[in-house]
């Protein structure tokens, strides 16, 4: 039996903090119409320029994954898709008054939340996906990343990620189907190390970060004086290393949580090959640049199987419009000098085209 496509029933807003910009946004989840596919409006903007969420619109990974058209902008997407594409959506058209998504408590699982509210609507159109035909591989060998899309007739994940960190070791993360993703993967928050939000701090690059909706894993030494900076930097009391080698703000909600934010990420981002897939994507060491490229290379697959899938077939055999004889009724040329020996097509409509077959004879002595 086909699936169908799948929208909401109504619009549903959220509201939060961009990451890196700092600034106050709302966005709203709009239903679409069938092949609609994932599109982002900036209504903040004179025109309100649509983005198409296509990996060839692809900007900037180095904090997250941008994409931009109709010179318009949006920010820090993944965790954004990848609630869609858990929820099996296909048509959503997203709303934002500014250039970032808000980042929430660093996970999907607000957004999961907000759209199950208001219910999904299922649509006419059948939903095609794309069936991975052999295997894909992608490799970074400087960066040691390694990922492959393997054939499988559901949607399946695998994910390790190592950072020769004593505190985290290598994780590892899985789903056997996306459904799954709601109740494994959804909840879990982004993380960084402490010397990479000391180095974001200082050069001002989370305007809108919070201690509430990171994991912040303590990779090297510090002393008291230092978490009290962080503490007033974070309008907090009081910030400690608790025993899981992450400061104290919050409680792992999964013990390979970091690994599965991977997942989350590598789901959204993997979102912007622009159609459902069906295989089995294990990656190792996978970032937003990683999985950018990975999903154009895909893509490209795509591209080329959807031209061959154009090229008509004819068949030789088949009752022509016009045969040997009718053409030499209307060309004064006979053979070997009729450039034409059967029409196989012809259209009536202005500019007139037509599809023709000639014979050719080898002679070989």
Do not use: W
């Not at 709302?26 to 994932?38: I, L, S, V």
């Not at 939340?113 to 649509?123: H, N, P, W």
């Not at 080698?245 to 909600?253: S, V």
């Amino acid at each position: 039996m086909n699936v169908k496509q799948k929208t909401i029933k109504a619009p549903v807003s959220v509201s939060g903090t961009g990451l890196h910009t700092g600034e106050s946004v709302t966005m709203t989840f709009n239903p679409a119409p069938e092949n609609h596919g994932y599109k982002f409006r900036r209504v903040d903007i004179d025109g309100s320029p649509v983005i198409d969420a296509d990996v060839d619109n692809v900007t900037d990974t180095s904090r997250g994954t941008t994409i931009s058209q109709n010179g318009a902008s949006v920010s820090t997407i993944e965790h954004v898709l990848a609630a869609l594409v858990g929820l099996e959506l296909d048509n959503i058209l997203i709303d934002l008054d500014g250039p970032e998504t808000p980042i929430m408590d660093g996970s999907s699982i607000q957004f999961v939340d907000a759209i199950k509210d208001v219910g999904f609507d299922e649509q006419e159109a059948d939903r095609e996906y794309y069936h991975i035909p052999y295997n894909i591989h992608y490799s970074e060998p400087d960066r040691k990343v390694e990922m492959v899309a393997m054939p499988l007739d559901d949607y399946r994940f695998t994910c390790m990620v190592d950072y020769n960190s004593q505190v985290l070791g290598s994780q590892h993360a899985s789903i056997s189907t996306i459904s799954e993703f709601n109740k494994e993967i959804a909840s879990c928050r982004t993380f960084c190390f402490l010397h990479e939000l000391e180095m974001l701090l200082k050069h001002d690059l989370i305007k809108g970060g919070d201690l509430n909706n990171a994991i912040v894993v303590v990779d090297k030494d510090v002393d008291d004086e230092e978490l009290a900076h962080l503490a007033k930097i974070f309008n907090r009391k009081d910030i400690k290393v608790a025993p899981q080698g992450i400061l104290n703000n919050i409680e792992l909600r999964h013990q390979n949580e970091p690994a599965r934010h991977k997942l989350l990420d590598m789901i959204g981002d993997l979102a912007l090959v622009g159609v459902p897939l069906r295989g089995h994507i294990m990656a190792a060491r996978p970032g937003h640049a990683a999985n950018v490229a990975f999903a154009k290379k895909i893509k490209t697959l795509i591209k080329k199987e959807r031209s061959r899938k154009h090229v008509k077939i004819y068949d030789p055999n088949a009752k022509p419009v016009y045969d040997t004889v009718q053409i030499m009724n209307i060309l004064p040329h006979r053979q070997p000098f009729l450039m034409v020996d059967k029409v196989l097509e012809l259209t009536t409509k202005r500019p007139v085209k037509s599809t023709v077959l000639k014979n050719l004879f080898i002679l070989i002595v």
